[in-house]
């Protein structure tokens, strides 16, 4: 009996050392906190989830009723389905809902070019880091998915399948804890990096590429692997918008012409510019963050702050932490992601 008392509790230590696991920051810029700095003008924040697949797509099993409610149960404003090669979503679509199309681009002897989300004339470069790099002109009103959740996990996939290991131990006693933990395995300053260091211009996006796998469904039954609540409840973009948005109509607008923001969390980061200053503004306490440029990195302490900019691309990147010894950092998860930046 001992024993079997013991062994959840040697299984413990190593779920709280991948949650503790440290961070070391070679250098720490001057401190911003407690600024206490207010957008100077109104911003609109309308948050959506993009690159959505469901029953309509080969290799997916959700139907259209499943994201719905996953939307309005995690209180995001829009979502947008990106079902391979058809839009067969538009007949169930609402007033909260756009449909555009996912396609590969081949050219005339079958080479792969490059993988586009068509949402009417806009469109939007993806899984350029994963699967199917760009080889076409980098069009400059094309948008770009930088942050791709199921890309950025299987990037990772030492440590997702370490995380996934301890999932009968700790999901029937701690489920949210330990859905929400998978953002761990994330680190949006990698794919923020390469961006920058290829030289890309676009606007950038964050993207699901959400495909359920698995399906279930009987009298009080619902089974959905994974579901959409759970990749809605790692991951969101915001769109920080200049205007009042009434309609989906002016929300694909705003998405053109505003700035975004990927956010690991249900409360997003906003950040703006007046001439060459940035401002930004983050609803934590212990904030870590990253203010990256070709070949550059600077990091900031504190959940909100000011820093004068150089002629360049700038992203930035944070993460909360739970406590630091000197500038070595715990517990630390990634927190947001920038559009560009231009100066």
Known sequence: MEVLLLFPILL????????L?????????????????????AVFLYSYQFHIHTQFSYDSLGKPEDVLKARDDAGIDYVIITDHDVNHFKHFADERTLVGVERKINDDRGRLLGDVIELGELKVISHHFRKYRWKLPREKD????????????VHKKGKL??????????YPVAKDYYLKSFTKVIKPEEFAEKYLKE?????????????????????????????YRFSF??????????????????????????PHVTSFS???????????????????????????????????????????LRKGNYILVGYTYLFRLGNIFFGVKPLFLSDIIKI
């Open 233 to 258: 409840s790692l991951m969101r973009g915001f769109i920080l918008s200049r205007r009042k948005v009434n309609t989906k109509e002016e929300f694909l607008q705003a998405f053109k012409e505003f």
């Open 142 to 153: 094309y948008l770009f998915e930088l942050i791709n959740l199921k890309d950025a996990l």
């Open 161 to 170: 399948f370490y995380h996934l290991l301890f999932a009968p131990f700790f």
């Open 266 to 308: 249900e409360k997003p980061t906003i950040f703006w510019k007046e001439g060459n200053t940035l401002f930004y503004y983050a609803p934590y306490n212990k904030v870590l963050t990253l203010l990256l440029r070709k070949g550059e990195k600077r990091v900031f302490l504190g959940s909100n702050g000011k820093v004068e």
């Open 199 to 227: 030289g890309w211009e676009n606007k950038v996006v964050c993207g699901l590429d959400h495909h359920v796998k698995v399906y279930i469904r009987e009298v009080g039954i619902r089974f959905l692997f994974p579901s």
């Open 12 to 19: 413990f230590i190593p779920y709280i050392l991948f949650s």
């Open 21 to 41: 696991y440290p961070a070391r920051v070679e250098r720490i810029s001057k401190n911003f906190k407690d600024l206490n700095l207010l957008p100077p003008s």
